[in-house]
């Protein structure tokens, strides 16, 4: 490590999140459902949950979705800077 910079601490504890970005096919649907007892989010647009045995988050969502939920998100934020 660089001089005067901590390193990460890391544990079995430390929470990890997994962002897929990934179209929706039988495959995906396989994953989550079946293979990671994931949760359909609440638009069904993706999935979403908690996976114990590897200890992380996972959300599983579209690249369209990924795009609307951005565009969304930054409206007021576009429209202030007069770029809207």
Known sequence: MPEGIE???VSNETPIYIYIVADRCDKIDEFALKDF???SSPDGEGY???HKGY???IEVISFRKLIEDAKMRNKIFFKKLAIE
């Open 7 to 9: 390193p990460i601490k």
């Open 55 to 57: 200890n992380v988050y």
């Open 37 to 39: 007892s994931l949760t």
């Open 48 to 50: 979403l949950g908690f």
